[in-house]
């Protein structure tokens, strides 16, 4: 078993940057990906950005790619999500995803641990 927690969400204003994080707890040893995904009111769940466990390989969504950044600290087993030159459409819950072996993918239902997700909004 993996367990997620996210933090670090809250109310930026347009052009804000801020980080959101993802405490990684349990068998991480299983862990071969994390990935970040967002849901916004009443939207499907959409990827959002993608790290590997081990060897820091990176993937991004086009809509945050240049804005976003996802990083791993390795010594706390934290996944950040650095976002940069926020939107009002990056407003949504953002949950961290934990792929086991093999697992290299964009899609949601590929993904085996959830978080409790994080609300991010970003007013004009």
């Known amino acids: 078993q993996v367990q997620l927690v996210e933090s670090g969400g809250g109310s930026v204003q347009t052009g804000d940057s801020l980080t959101v994080s993802c405490a990684a707890s349990g068998r991480t040893d299983t862990i071969y990906a994390t990935g970040w995904f967002r849901q916004a009111p009443g939207m499907e769940r959409e990827f959002v950005a993608v790290?590997?466990?081990?060897?820091?390989?990176?993937y991004y969504a086009d809509s945050v790619k240049g804005r976003f950044t996802i990083l791993k600290d390795d010594t706390n087993n934290l996944v950040h999500l650095q976002m940069n030159t926020l939107k009002p459409e990056d407003t949504a819950v953002y949950y961290c995803?934990?792929?086991?072996?093999?697992?290299?993918?964009?899609?949601?239902?590929?993904?085996?641990?959830w978080g409790q997700g994080t609300q991010v909004t970003v007013s004009s």
């Open positions: 995803a934990a792929g086991l072996v093999g697992i290299w993918s964009t899609r949601a239902s590929d993904y085996s641990y």
């Open positions: 790290i590997r466990w081990t060897g820091g390989r990176t």
